[in-house]
Nanobody
Framework: QLHLVESGGGLVQPGGSLRLSCAAS????????IGWFRQAPGKEREGVSC???????YYADSMKGRFTISRDNAENTVYLQMTSLKPEDTAIYYC??????????????????WGQGTQVTVSS
């Protein structure tokens, strides 16, 4: 079976950092583009970032300069390093694969594989 498992979420103060992990089992991540999405209460899911199999990346405008996506093919894991966190970053963060990872957008649908999500709360 194919699974994605996110981890690394938690409670952090504004300005703090977290590193999210998306670990895959049952398939090899390096063959696919991987995306991070988030959904805050009462809001629609939004694309955060993605990384292609060729290591091209995309970031939503509000994440540029603060978030960094990377992949470790040996660990079959994709990471999202988040810095300078803001209260508006509070959401459940999900990874998905395979996604359409473009230079100006990331797209996924319910037919892709999704993790269960990890909660990120930014609050003082």
């Amino acid at each position: 079976q194919l699974h994605l498992v996110e981890s690394g979420g938690g409670l952090v103060q504004p300005g703090g950092s977290l590193r999210l992990s998306c670990a895959a089992s049952g398939f090899t991540l390096d063959d696919y583009a991987i995306g991070w999405f988030r959904q805050a209460p009462g809001k629609e899911r939004e694309g955060v970032s993605c990384i292609s199999s060729h290591h091209s990346t995309y970031y939503a405008d509000s994440m540029k300069g603060r978030f960094t996506i990377s992949r470790d093919n040996a660990e079959n894991t994709v990471y999202l390093q988040m810095t300078s966190l803001k209260p508006e970053d509070t959401a459940i963060y999900y990874c998905a694969a395979p996604v359409a990872c473009y230079s100006d957008n990331v797209l996924a649908d319910e037919l892709d594989y999704w993790g269960q999500g990890t909660q990120v709360t930014v609050s003082s």
